[in-house]
């Protein structure tokens, strides 16, 4: 990949997203934006890529970047609901360009990477919050449903966050976020798949910190509890529920800190995952949690 890439903002996917253009129409879309529409400073500290901004927390996290003054690119698969993002951000102190993007398209990643970056004119916070999470029934094993949450929680954020790595690597700064869960932090037997896709992620994330720590790069791992969100709205029941809005302040709140590698978001369920996690598996696996 060639070394001269930019700040670019992730977009947060959910299952209901419908699919989305090639990456020429993606390319025709930029096209029309006015030239040097965004032309931040080389190392501004104020340049963000959300993955799968959309709807949800990453939506959340776009708005309130480009409130604050941020350049953000914006990437999900609902072009729609990009564009609407984009529109409450015009004439605002921040703004905000959007790539319409399936996180499946491993191939287009490379150069999609490499336009958003060269957009922005450099990257400083990247926050990994696509994900999917479908409704399984407590008897249903479907391979399908399984595979598309390996895909999208965990293929794709891989294939995203590499190239990220490498980039903040060589610039020797940068902040990469990925959104877990809460779910990874023990086997439930309500979403097996899901859980195991959030606790890869974490690892995955945690061998990055360890790995880029020398080269300055800050490396956070978010583990909500329940948000309400549209990829949660088919659960029945949310436990101690917090708005996007309001899990979206926090994730950036410690993005920026130093405090935190790895935090529960609200705090308040890191004391619940401590709880859980003392169970022993006998009578874990007798519960419903």
């Not at 450099?122 to 916070?125: E, V």
């Given at each position: 990949m060639p070394g001269?890439?930019?700040?670019?903002?992730?977009?947060?996917m959910t299952e209901s997203e419908a699919?989305?253009?090639?990456?020429?129409?993606?390319?025709e879309s930029r096209a029309t934006r006015p030239e040097?529409?965004?032309?931040?400073?080389?190392?501004s500290g104020r340049r963000a890529l959300i993955v799968g901004a959309s709807s949800g927390m990453g939506a959340s996290m776009v708005r309130?970047?480009?409130?604050?003054?941020?350049?953000?690119?914006?990437?999900?698969?609902?072009?729609?609901?990009?564009?609407?993002?984009?529109?409450?951000a015009d004439g605002g102190p921040g703004s905000v360009l959007t790539y319409a993007h399936d996180v499946n398209a491993i191939d287009e990643i490379?150069?999609?990477?490499?336009?958003i970056i060269k957009d922005l004119g450099?990257?400083?916070?990247y926050v990994y919050a696509a994900g999917v999470m479908p409704d399984v029934e407590p008897e249903e094993y479907d391979t399908e449903k399984d595979l598309l949450m390996v895909d999208v929680n965990l293929g794709g954020a891989i294939a995203w966050t590499n190239p990220v790595a490498r980039y903040f690597h060589s610039q020797r700064s940068g902040t990469i976020v990925g959104i877990g869960s809460i779910a990874g932090d023990r086997g439930r037997k309500g979403a097996p798949v899901y859980g195991a896709t959030k606790a890869?992620?974490?690892?995955?994330?945690?061998s990055l910190r360890n790995r880029l720590a020398e080269r300055a790069v800050r490396v956070v791992t978010i583990k909500p509890g329940m948000v309400?969100?549209?990829?949660?709205?088919?659960?029945?029941?949310l436990v101690m529920p917090v708005s996007a809005e309001r899990a979206a302040k926090e994730i950036l709140k410690v993005s920026r800190g130093r405090l935190w590698n790895v935090r529960h978001v609200p705090l308040r369920w890191l004391g619940v995952s401590l709880v859980i996690r003392s169970i022993p598996s006998l009578l874990f696996r007798r519960t419903s949690i």
């Open positions: 001269a890439l930019t700040a670019v903002g992730f977009v947060t699919q989305v253009p090639s990456r020429d129409a993606a390319a040097g529409a965004l032309a931040p400073a080389a190392g309130q970047l480009a409130r604050e003054g941020y350049a953000v690119a914006a990437v999900a698969r609902r072009e729609e609901l990009l564009d609407a993002l984009a529109a409450e490379p150069g999609l990477f490499e336009t450099g990257l400083d916070l890869a992620f974490a690892t995955y994330l945690e309400e969100t549209p990829m949660t709205e088919h659960l029945d029941k």
